[in-house]
């Protein structure tokens, strides 16, 4: 376990990309960045004593409420990169973690900031962080939150594209919840292929609002593609009937082969 | 690369199955197990300079028609298991591969046999396969093929679980076509939950007809579960209108926690 600059423990792991967590282009996945990354932070959790066991003793789940996910080039098929993760500061009731994906050379190729919460089980509701699940991090303490980019909202006269989708049995992970990942699947599948073998995420805003479940038909609605200073940009939201249970904001770049 | 009893070498790498790979029960999904062999025969087709690279010269492509799957045990979250693939056998025509998934202790959990041809890329059929791309994996040339057990097919009068799915533009691989595990996904996701949670596989027999297209609504057909010499079976179909993309019989044995 190394130190950061900051105070915060990072904790590292290498992953080899295979095929299958990677799109027709041969690139990983958005949704594979979500998986790999907390898979990596679930190894600090362990490594600190600080895994699901743990957290059971108080009934605890953390819950991601949204990501700023930054993209310089997606990882690309059979390439190893390292995954690093830190708690990097928290307060009352909301923690920061970081991500970075970087390649062989040391260069960032992806930046994840998230900010999570801690989740009564039983209530299925939000809950002051406990200092026993947080300390162990090095985490910093603040008063104010670092500021994650929110998603822009569609608005009814936009013009869009919709797509239906079954929630399936395997979207739902060993918690019983779906796996956050299958939001980003959805939200980004709905576009046309055309656009998503030509463009890739430049930045990826997620905000999870409202929890889906095994079952539900949810809708993924975008508005078309416009150019924005130089980018592509899309706002997307998933709805289950009048619900809305995610939105998310893209800004894409051409791909360069 | 060491040598098995028979002739063919033998691959072997071990594989650390991330919770992102399993069910809601933390079991492997039969999808995953699809995509982690296929992934350790392409690092053996590298090894041996067989590889896309060099299929591509001749203009050709390995495709499986027909999976028999034997599961003692699902490997679950967590566990590091040692998966080991031969290209057992072959005679003109087709090319039969094994392989094995084993515990830390060396015991059995998944035992697959699979049936290949090679594909014209262009004309998309089956060509005799060249000496070349064979030869390095030391092989036995045989008149008869292994006999896989073949499903059984769905009669008119059976009663069906139907369920419809979108193919997705992540359900494509980075050769463009479909990657064969999600055609078990489909095929068993269509079964209901609790069916799903309190029974695991004990023998899968899948074999593809007809390739899916991307943005093709897929329909999933099952048989309802009926009991047969001590265990649940199911028969299962893909369609896309008329046509049969997939069949399998699935026999299912109750989990045990």
């Given at each position: 376990?190394?130190?950061?600059?900051?105070?915060?423990?990072?904790?590292?792991?290498n992953?080899?990309?295979?095929?299958?967590?990677?799109?027709?282009?041969?690139?990983?996945?958005?949704?594979?960045?979500?998986?790999?990354?907390?898979?990596?932070?679930?190894?600090?959790?362990?490594?600190?004593?600080?895994?699901?066991?743990?957290?059971?003793?108080?009934?605890?789940?953390?819950?991601v409420?949204?990501?700023?996910?930054?993209?310089?080039?997606?990882?690309?098929?059979?390439?190893?990169?390292?995954?690093?993760?830190?708690a990097?500061?928290?307060?009352?009731f909301?923690?920061?973690?970081?991500f970075?994906?970087?390649?062989s050379?040391?260069?960032?190729?992806?930046?994840?900031?998230?900010?999570?919460?801690?989740?009564?089980r039983?209530?299925?509701?939000?809950?002051?962080?406990?200092?026993?699940?947080?300390?162990?991090?090095?985490?910093?303490?603040?008063?104010?939150?670092p500021?994650?980019?929110?998603?822009t909202?569609?608005?009814?006269?936009d013009?869009?594209?919709?797509?239906?989708?079954?929630?399936r049995?395997?979207?739902?992970?060993?918690?019983?919840?779906?796996?956050?990942?299958?939001?980003?699947?959805?939200l980004?599948?709905?576009?046309?292929?055309?656009?998503?073998?030509?463009?890739?995420?430049?930045?990826?805003?997620?905000?999870?609002e409202?929890?889906?479940?095994?079952?539900?038909?949810?809708e993924?609605?975008?508005?078309?593609?416009v150019?924005?200073?130089?980018?592509?940009?899309?706002?997307?939201?998933?709805?289950?009937?009048?619900?809305?249970?995610?939105?998310?904001?893209?800004?894409?770049r051409?791909?360069?082969?």
């Open positions: 376990m190394e130190r950061n600059d900051l105070a915060a423990l990072l904790y590292t792991e992953h080899e990309v295979p095929y299958y967590e990677c799109d027709v282009t041969n690139r990983m996945t958005p949704a594979m960045i979500l998986n790999t990354i907390i898979l990596i932070s679930e190894h600090q959790n362990i490594e600190l004593g600080l895994g699901i066991d743990f957290l059971d003793k108080f009934n605890l789940g953390w819950v409420v949204q990501y700023e996910i930054d993209i310089e080039r997606m990882p690309v098929m059979n390439e190893t990169i390292a995954i690093s993760t830190q990097t500061s928290y307060n009352r909301f923690a920061f973690r970081e970075w994906i970087k390649d050379n040391g260069e960032t190729l992806v930046h994840v900031k998230s900010t999570w919460v801690t989740m009564d039983t209530a299925r509701k939000m809950v002051s962080i406990p200092e026993a699940v947080i300390l162990p991090y090095q985490s910093e303490a603040v008063k104010r939150m500021r994650l980019k929110r998603p909202n569609i608005n009814e006269s013009d869009l594209i919709k797509k239906p989708y079954q929630v049995y395997y979207d739902i992970d060993g918690n019983g919840h779906v796996n956050n990942a299958h939001y980003l699947e959805w980004t599948d709905v576009l046309p292929m055309d656009f998503l073998t030509t463009h890739e995420p430049k930045q990826i805003s997620l905000r999870f409202n929890e889906v479940q095994y079952g539900h038909m949810i993924s609605q975008v508005t078309k593609p150019e924005s200073e130089g980018s592509m940009v899309t706002h997307h939201q998933i709805v289950v009937e009048d619900t809305i249970s995610a939105t998310a904001t893209i800004e894409w051409s791909r360069v082969e």
